[in-house]
C-alpha cells in the first residue's frame, strides 16, 4: 500500500504561487503515475496534472496549462505542482494520487492523499 502526504497549501493573493508537495511511501510496479487533482464545494473531483515516475512525461489540464508545473524527485519519492499566477478559481482542495498509468480519470488512481487547502483571494 502507498501513503501519501500532501503539503504547501496556503492562503495566497491572486497572481501569486505556491508549491504543493507529495511525498510517497514507496514507488511500485503499480505507482508508475503521480496525479494531483482538485475539488471545491458542490463540484466534481477534477484532474489537474499528472507525472510518470520513469520518464516524466507529463500531462495536464486545460485551464493549468501554463500555469502549473509538476515535476518529480525520484530519491525522494515526492512530486511538486508549481502553482504560478493563481486565480480565485484556483481554490480547492488539492488531492496527491498514484497509479498505474498517466491518465486523467479518477478512477485510474489507487491511493490519495489527504488533501491540502489552497486558497486564491482577489
Known amino acids: 500500500q502507498v501513503q501519501l502526504v500532501e503539503s504547501g497549501g496556503g492562503l495566497v493573493q491572486a497572481g501569486g504561487s505556491l508549491r504543493l508537495s507529495c511525498a510517497a511511501s514507496?514507488?511500485?510496479?503499480?505507482?508508475?503515475?503521480m496525479g494531483w487533482f482538485r475539488q471545491t464545494p458542490g463540484k466534481e473531483r477534477e484532474f489537474v496534472a499528472a507525472i510518470r515516475w520513469i520518464d516524466s512525461i507529463t500531462y495536464y489540464a486545460d485551464p493549468v496549462k501554463g500555469r502549473f508545473t509538476i515535476s518529480s524527485d525520484n530519491t525522494k519519492n515526492t512530486v511538486y505542482l508549481q502553482m504560478n499566477n493563481l486565480k480565485p478559481e484556483d481554490t480547492a482542495v488539492y488531492y496527491c494520487a498514484a497509479g498505474f498509468t498517466l491518465r486523467p480519470d479518477i478512477g485510474k488512481y489507487d491511493y490519495w492523499g489527504q488533501g491540502t487547502q489552497v486558497t486564491v483571494s482577489s
Open positions: 514507496a514507488r511500485t510496479f503499480n505507482n508508475r503515475a
